[in-house]
């Protein structure tokens, strides 16, 4: 899902897609604690963050992780899909996720995708 959401991001579904312009869409991603790892990825994957300090690396499980900011996890795995420049940072902030059904963006008539696996 998180590849399809930066590919989305990145423009890759437009037929006039350009590598160095931001042509993407936004995307809004709701009912983000209903996302499923695969395998033991639940109970293995660590999440790490690192302050600059000695001593200052924190590590965290997917399952705490998802239980306690769900948001996190997608928009992490969909950042690392990004470019890494300020093209990259510029569609990383249309990237919306929440963790319930309910948005502030409906002003805005979002269309639904689904990506259901087949």
């Known amino acids: 899902m998180c590849a399809k959401i930066a ?5 890759k579904n437009k037929a006039y897609y350009t590598p160095h312009v931001d042509c993407g869409d ?14 033991n ?11 600059g300090y000695p001593g200052g690396q924190k590590g965290e499980k997917a399952k705490n992780l ?14 690392g899909m990004l470019p890494k420049n300020k093209l990259g940072r510029q569609m990383y ?4 996720v929440y963790a319930g059904a309910e948005h502030p963006h409906g002003a805005q008539k979002p269309q639904d995708l689904n990506f259901n696996r087949k």
Not at 26 to 39: D, P
Not at 41 to 51: G, H, I, N, V
């Open 26 to 39: 936004n995307v809004i991603v709701t009912n983000c604690e209903k996302v499923v790892f695969t395998g």
């Open 41 to 51: 990825k639940m109970d293995e994957k660590t999440y790490l963050t690192f302050s």
């Open 7 to 11: 590919a989305i991001l990145r423009g």
């Open 93 to 96: 902030k249309k990237l919306f």
């Open 66 to 79: 998802l239980a306690r900011r769900p948001e996190v996890v997608i928009e992490r795995a969909v950042k």
